[in-house]
């Protein structure tokens, strides 16, 4: 799995860029909120514009909707989307989220 090394920086056979360490600790989540529990179905991809792009072994209906907690920049957010779309191939498929209210 692993590519190469440089530095503090591993390259790795997937999606997206490499993060160092210190930014891998700090990386963007999204979990969703089911009564008194938290639940890591998503990786985040973004926030823009009230819409959260993520990625999910799951996939939710369109319509749905889910509590979520968003923790990004040393902040964490609480919030209500609905599934809007699922958009992009099959085998990288990113689950856009409508931000309802927070």
Same mark, same amino acid.
């Given at each position: 799995?692993?590519?190469?090394?440089?530095?503090?920086?591993? *390259?790795?056979?997937?999606? !997206?860029?490499? *993060?160092?360490? $210190?930014? &891998?600790?700090? #990386?963007?989540?999204?979990? +969703?909120?089911?009564? $008194? *529990?938290?639940? &890591? %179905?998503?990786?985040?991809?973004? +926030?823009? &514009? !009230?819409?959260?792009? =993520?990625?999910?072994?799951? @996939?939710?209906? /369109?319509?749905?909707?889910?509590?979520?907690? /968003?923790? @990004?920049? !040393?902040?964490?957010?609480? #919030?209500? #989307?609905? %599934?809007? #779309?699922? +958009? !992009?191939?099959? &085998? =990288?498929? /990113?689950?856009?989220?409508?931000?309802?209210?927070?």
């Amino acid at each position: 799995m692993l590519e190469s090394r440089t530095g503090s920086v591993l *390259a790795r056979d997937m999606s !997206g860029r490499a *993060a160092t360490a $210190d930014e &891998d600790a700090a #990386a963007p989540r999204v979990s +969703v909120l089911d009564e $008194d *529990a938290s639940h &890591d %179905v998503f990786e985040l991809v973004g +926030v823009v &514009d !009230g819409v959260v792009r =993520a990625r999910s072994p799951f @996939q939710f209906e /369109i319509g749905e909707e889910l509590r979520l907690r /968003i923790e @990004q920049d !040393g902040k964490v957010t609480e #919030a209500l #989307a609905r %599934v809007r #779309a699922h +958009v !992009g191939p099959v &085998d =990288a498929r /990113i689950t856009e989220l409508e931000l309802l209210e927070s």
